[in-house]
């Protein structure tokens, strides 16, 4: 027989076991929000990139999607992003005051996205840069198969790669390029080529910029970019600006300051009413707008309605605006669900900020993103802990102004926001519901977050390419005589020409493209000094290369050593070289020529390069 001690302890432990399932569902309920603990929080980056420009067919890939998809206009770029472009596409793409544009067959991958870094990876085709903040500019890098380019300063700057062969065209400013533990700086009005050759030695060449249709493109985008009003009102760091100008004006508001007023919307129109919801990581549900100029005015600011308008208020001047993925209160709860009746599915709304309301994320953030995001237009916000620890307190109390103006509240069926679809044609407007919400305060019906779970993580696995896209560049297994395997079709190691004492330093000459003519060797030796091979050409002497400057800027696991200019006891020779022919493309699969011209370059062609930077035309970068 149990004693009453013992009785007595076991009515406590089945009490506690019986009492524990109620006690966890309501602390359950009273924690804070996973994604919005402060302990946790790791906040995204405050910009994003947009494109801004889609002509004919563009691809996006982004990790979350899993899979290659048609790319669109105000689509926000990340990181872990990929565009590509097929033959006839091209794109453009706004960071702020930075400007990527993409040729026709290109595919670039976006590596690291943040506040102060823009890295990308050219897997092949054509980009063309123009940088215009300085500050945006020391974060800028880009990397090819053949190594790492930086900018120095502003300016227009343009990477191609083909054929295991990458280029840098500086029409202004200065680029660097680094690999391998040697570094050459290119100047304005230069471009460079650079491989490796069969030992994985960085070669390069300095060859004439090209003037093609894209160069021409580029040319006219950028002029029209430079004609820029709204500079004026908001920083050039606000990514989507440019294209407020052609589709808007602006005007003085005693109250609220400077407001940009959209010219050719519909009739009924409302922010946030044309366009869909994309899930893009780290910010989740994401708006994209079908206007042309819809990104700024949906990412940064508040909607105000003024007489009987709606205008975009951008808020207080700030250097650099804080990105966000919409500005919207949620609508949802229970009070929605039983006033709409979607075939038996449920429904979720949102309506636009307006200026002093404050903006509460539904991602893992910190007190100061919190402020950050909020600064144009919110400074004393007081409830931060609340915001941060408990989302939904913070907006619950809370009555959100441009819900009583007209259209303002859009309520779509969960399943057409879940699936990505247009909200315009599944707008729930009229209903009785809807008009109830915008007839008096909202408070029991505002929620923290949108009641639409996340998608589905993709499944790991390789990145398969968009139908269309040519694919990237194989290595053949059948090469051409005299070809190692590791160079691409059409492509030869570059020789060097025997070191004659007195003669300077040995020249490692460039490799050129094999001509039709393979049977014949190439010359070995090189021409007395001051002899010429092609009578009628004027010798021009081959001058030594110039170290690269600005090395501060240099961080390789290795050291990197400064390319040093030759030490010659006696004067370099006299080599006349000429331009090869249309024919002597690099990578066009032909032969070899022995004739000594085919190694020339008219003397007009050395007179320019050599009037901007002594060069040093096909020649290893060599570490000291």
Request: net charge positive; hydrophobic share 35%; proline share 11%.
């Amino acid at each position: 027989m149990q004693s009453p001690r013992i009785q007595l302890l076991g009515t406590m432990a089945l009490a506690i076991a019986c009492a524990f399932p109620l006690l966890h569902a309501a602390s359950a309920v009273a924690a804070p929000v996973p994604s919005q603990r402060q302990d946790e929080a790791v906040d995204p980056p405050g910009r994003a990139g947009r494109i801004a420009e889609v002509q004919g067919t563009v691809w996006l890939f982004h990790p979350e999607e899993g899979e290659w998809i048609a790319a669109e206009r105000n689509r926000p770029l990340t990181s872990g992003d990929r565009l590509a472009t097929d033959g006839n596409g091209r794109t453009e793409v706004h960071l702020g005051s930075t400007t990527l544009r993409l040729d026709g067959g290109s595919e670039i991958e976006v590596l690291r996205l943040d506040d102060d870094n823009l890295s990308l990876q050219l897997h092949g085709g054509s980009v063309a840069a123009r940088l215009r903040s300085s500050e945006q500019a020391r974060g800028f890098e880009l990397h090819t198969g053949e190594g790492r380019f930086t900018v120095q300063r502003t300016g227009r700057y343009r990477f191609d790669r083909r054929d295991e062969t990458s280029f840098v065209t500086v029409e202004t400013g200065q680029a660097y390029y680094e690999a391998q533990g040697s570094a050459l700086s290119v100047n304005a009005g230069q471009r460079a080529e650079f491989w490796m050759d069969g030992a994985n030695v960085p070669q390069y060449s300095i060859v004439e910029p090209v003037r093609d249709g894209f160069a021409a493109w580029v040319a006219e985008r950028d002029r029209a970019d430079d004609r820029s009003i709204s500079s004026r009102y908001v920083s050039p760091e606000m990514t989507g600006i440019e294209d407020l100008d052609r589709h808007g004006h602006w005007q003085q508001n005693p109250e609220y300051g400077a407001l940009w007023v959209p010219r050719a919307v519909a009739p009924g129109w409302a922010p946030y009413t044309t366009g869909r919801w994309a899930w893009v990581a780290p910010w989740g549900w994401t708006w994209v707008d079908d206007a042309p100029w819809g990104f700024a005015p949906f990412h940064y600011g508040r909607w105000v309605y003024v007489g009987s308008s709606w205008c975009w208020s951008p808020g207080t001047y700030v250097r650099r605006p804080v990105y966000a993925p919409a500005l919207v209160a949620w609508i949802g709860g229970p009070r929605l669900q039983v006033g709409i009746s979607v075939g038996g599915g449920s429904a979720v709304g949102w309506v636009p900020l307006a200026p002093r309301e404050v903006y509460v994320p539904t991602y893992r953030v910190s007190p100061g993103y919190v402020r950050n995001v909020n600064v144009t237009h919110v400074t004393n916000i007081t409830n931060i802990t609340t915001i941060i620890n408990n989302p939904q307190q913070a907006v619950v109390e809370r009555d959100y102004r441009n819900r009583k103006f007209p259209h303002a509240v859009t309520v779509v069926p969960t399943s057409t926001f879940s699936s990505r679809q247009p909200v315009a044609a599944a707008s729930l407007r009229d209903s009785s519901a809807v008009r109830e919400i915008t007839s008096r305060p909202s408070r029991d019906t505002v929620v923290a977050a949108p009641p639409v779970a996340a998608p589905s993580p993709r499944r790991e696995g390789p990145v398969i390419r968009p139908p269309g896209l040519a694919p990237a560049p194989a290595v053949r297994e059948q090469r051409s005589p005299g070809l190692r395997r590791d160079q691409p079709e059409g492509v030869r190691a570059a020789p060097v020409v025997p070191h004659e004492p007195g003669n300077g330093p040995a020249v490692r000459e460039p490799a050129r493209p094999a001509l039709r003519e393979a049977s014949k060797p190439l010359p070995q030796t090189r021409p007395a000094p001051g002899v010429s091979t092609n009578p009628g050409v004027r010798p021009v002497p081959v001058r030594p290369v110039q170290p690269a400057q600005n090395f501060d800027r240099v961080r390789p696991e290795q050291p990197v050593q400064r390319l040093q200019p030759a030490q010659q006891p006696a004067p370099a020779p006299r080599i006349e070289r000429i331009q090869p022919t249309p024919a002597q493309t690099r990578g066009n699969g032909g032969g070899r020529d022995d004739r000594p011209e085919a190694r020339q370059r008219p003397p007009q062609a050395d007179q320019r390069l050599d009037e901007r930077m002594p060069r040093g035309n096909g020649r290893a970068l060599q570490e000291r």
